[in-house]
Nanobody, 118 residues
Framework: QVQLVESGGGLVQAGDSLRLSCAAS????????GGWFRQAPGKEREFVAA????????YYADSVKGRFTISRDNAKNTVYLQMHSLKPEDTAVYYC???????????WGPGTQVNVSS
């Protein structure tokens, strides 16, 4: 069992940076793929980024490629999402997820709100 809690959300202006953190509990977290998803008002939840258990492989949605960076520190049971050059369209609730592989996320955090003003 893995419990996830996101933090770091807030209100920023377009062009600013923000770093989200996802703290995990459960001793097997280091063996899970970590991911970030987001859901904007009136839209479906969408994939943002994912990272393999070792951190060697990362995956990004085209909309954030080059602006967002996912990383992890297994010693701290934490996955990060560094966001640069934020745009108003990045406004959403951001969710952390964990699973055995990309596309098989079965643990989710409650989400953290990110608002980007123009």
């Amino acid at each position: 069992q893995v419990q996830l809690v996101e933090s770091g959300g807030g209100l920023v202006q377009a062009g600013d940076s923000l770093r989200l953190s996802c703290a995990a509990s459960g001793r097997t977290f280091s063996s899970y793929t970590g991911g970030w998803f987001r859901q904007a008002p009136g839209k479906e939840r969408e994939f943002v980024a994912a990272i393999s258990w070792s951190g060697d492989s990362t995956y990004y949605a085209d909309s954030v490629k080059g602006r967002f960076t996912i990383s992890r520190d297994n010693a701290k049971n934490t996955v990060y999402l560094q966001m640069h050059s934020l745009k108003p369209e990045d406004t959403a609730v951001y969710y952390c997820a964990a699973g055995l592989r990309v596309g098989a996320f079965n643990y989710w955090g409650p989400g953290t709100q990110v608002n980007v003003s123009s």
